[in-house]
């Protein structure tokens, strides 16, 4: 009887780790999966965005032509809006999984949270920026341009000698500014709170001149302010770098941007699109020193 009742007790320590390990196989196999936020790096569902499934887009307030044109950076036409909903597809968003929001030129390069994963607004990527946000790559590097109206004293000037004899304004915070001073080596330049603002003055005869990327000098003086010309274009400040993406400081999605910025780039989606919104047909003078 004894030696049945040990018979019967070794059977069944036989048979409980059978069991053991169909129960463990069955848990493991009925465990949800959970999916480890560094698996969803670089999806459009990537946790490090402001909204994760959606790619959130500032631009300024108002957005001028030709960088977005109507205001209406949601219409996708024009350079700006054109490059970001390439760069979206590039990286898998739909287009109305692109949000835009309005900041404007100054808040944009300013220190602190930024409520977007980046800022385009034709931002020239500098040193001194670099202390307070962050840059993708460079997209797109434009030249300068002198616009003047006609009578201007400084209309058929063939160097920098000639254009400081005349009186400069520009918008306050832009490359523009430091161009004039920097560059062209002008004193007492009239600062001005916005683009309007500096051609107001302009129309008014109050400067004689004012200094701005060439594309957006071609489409204002084509479209906005004709009575205004553009008299020469300028060298390239060795201090401005290019426009480039703005991120608050320490974004760590710079680098999955600039993959999908080298890859639109690669594919002649920033050519294309300068072509259509970004270039004159007409010949221009250059002065270069």
């Given at each position: 009887?004894?030696?049945?009742?040990?018979?019967?007790?070794?059977?069944?320590?036989?048979?409980?780790?059978?069991?053991?390990?169909?129960?463990?196989?069955?848990?493991?196999?009925?465990?949800?999966?959970?999916?480890?936020?560094?698996?969803?790096?670089?999806?459009?569902?990537?946790?490090?965005?402001?909204?994760?499934?959606?790619?959130?887009?500032?631009?300024?307030?108002?957005?001028?032509?030709?960088?977005?044109?109507?205001?209406?950076?949601?219409?996708?036409?024009?350079?700006?809006?054109?490059?970001?909903?390439?760069?979206?597809?590039?990286?898998?968003?739909?287009?109305?999984?692109?949000?835009?929001v309005r900041q404007t030129f100054d808040e944009g390069i300013a220190p602190g949270p930024k409520p977007y994963d980046f800022n385009i607004?034709?931002?020239?990527?500098?040193?001194?920026?670099?202390?307070?946000?962050?840059?993708?790559?460079?997209?797109?590097?434009?030249?300068?341009?002198?616009?003047?109206?006609?009578?201007?004293?400084?209309?058929?000037?063939?160097?920098?000698?000639?254009?400081?004899?005349?009186?400069?304004?520009?918008?306050?915070?832009?490359?523009?500014?430091?161009?004039?001073?920097?560059?062209?080596?002008?004193?007492?330049?009239?600062?001005?709170?916005?683009?309007?603002?500096?051609?107001?003055?302009?129309?008014?005869?109050?400067?004689?001149?004012?200094?701005?990327?060439?594309?957006?000098?071609?489409?204002?003086?084509f479209v906005q302010v004709p009575d205004a010309i553009i008299s020469a274009v300028l060298p390239n400040d060795p201090n401005d770098l290019?426009?480039?993406?703005?991120?608050?400081?320490?974004?760590?999605?710079?680098?999955?941007?600039?993959e999908g910025l080298k890859a639109i780039i690669a594919d002649g989606v920033v050519d294309k699109l300068t072509k259509e919104y970004l270039?004159?047909?007409?010949?221009?003078?250059?002065?270069?020193?």
């Amino acid at each position: 009887m004894f030696k049945k009742i040990l018979l019967i007790l070794f059977a069944c320590l036989l048979v409980m780790p059978l069991f053991a390990g169909g129960k463990s196989e069955q848990s493991a196999a009925d465990k949800p999966v959970v999916e480890k936020k560094a698996d969803l790096e670089g999806t459009i569902n990537d946790p490090r965005l402001y909204t994760p499934g959606k790619l959130t887009v500032a631009t300024g307030e108002p957005a001028y032509p030709p960088w977005i044109m109507d205001d209406n950076p949601e219409g996708g036409v024009g350079f700006e809006n054109g490059l970001v909903y390439a760069l979206a597809e590039k990286l898998g968003f739909a287009k109305e999984d692109v949000v835009w929001v309005r900041q404007t030129f100054d808040e944009g390069i300013a220190p602190g949270p930024k409520p977007y994963d980046f800022n385009i607004q034709q931002f020239s990527v500098t040193e001194e920026r670099r202390k307070f946000v962050d840059f993708s790559i460079v997209y797109y590097k434009p030249q300068k341009a002198v616009i003047t109206i006609p009578g201007s004293d400084i209309i058929d000037a063939e160097s920098f000698a000639d254009l400081k004899k005349g009186n400069w304004g520009a918008t306050i915070g832009t490359a523009d500014l430091s161009y004039i001073e920097n560059i062209i080596g002008v004193k007492d330049v009239a600062v001005f709170n916005d683009v309007a603002g500096t051609f107001q003055a302009l129309l008014a005869k109050q400067i004689d001149a004012t200094c701005i990327e060439l594309p957006t000098a071609l489409f204002i003086t084509f479209v906005q302010v004709p009575d205004a010309i553009i008299s020469a274009v300028l060298p390239n400040d060795p201090n401005d770098l290019g426009h480039g993406l703005v991120f608050e400081k320490g974004n760590p999605l710079v680098g999955w941007i600039n993959e999908g910025l080298k890859a639109i780039i690669a594919d002649g989606v920033v050519d294309k699109l300068t072509k259509e919104y970004l270039i004159g047909d007409q010949p221009i003078r250059v002065i270069d020193k």
